[in-house]
């Protein structure tokens, strides 16, 4: 029973991230062509930037950590003589996830040129 109250625990946790990441694509693209000032004002001030003559690199990056609450195990006990035997059987324990993305702008002239982006959270 607990090991069902645990999967059903994580699925809707994992029920939580329905983006996909055609759809953050899709909201990236408009930037393509844009100016650099349209970036910053969407995204605000870049986490990192590089440049090199002409060419700019902006970085935004997003970070969340949590944690899962686990199960607890169930117990049986066993009476021999007089004593008592207690053992846990199942239980899940309590874990920590970061959730990530960093996109990564390209920019020639002022103009967006291109993106690039990782991470296990680049979903809208």
């Not at 069902?4 to 994580?10: F, V």
């Not at 690199?57 to 035997?85: D, F, K």
Request: aromatic share 12%; hydrophobic share 35%.
């Amino acid at each position: 029973m607990a090991r069902i109250l645990a999967l059903a625990a994580l699925l809707i946790l994992c029920g939580c991230q329905t983006g996909t990441t055609e759809r953050f694509e899709h909201s990236l693209k408009p930037f393509i062509g844009a100016p650099e000032g349209a970036l910053v004002g969407a995204f605000g001030a870049p986490d990192a930037s590089y440049s090199v003559g002409k060419d700019k690199y902006l970085s935004y990056r997003h970070q969340m950590v949590g944690s899962t609450m686990g199960v607890e195990p169930s117990y049986t006990s066993t009476v021999i003589g007089n004593t008592i035997y207690t053992r846990p059987s199942g239980g899940i324990a309590p874990s920590v996830y970061t959730m990530w993305c960093t996109i990564d702008w390209y920019i020639v002239g002022g103009i967006v040129r291109s993106y690039r982006y990782a991470g296990n959270s680049c979903l809208q």
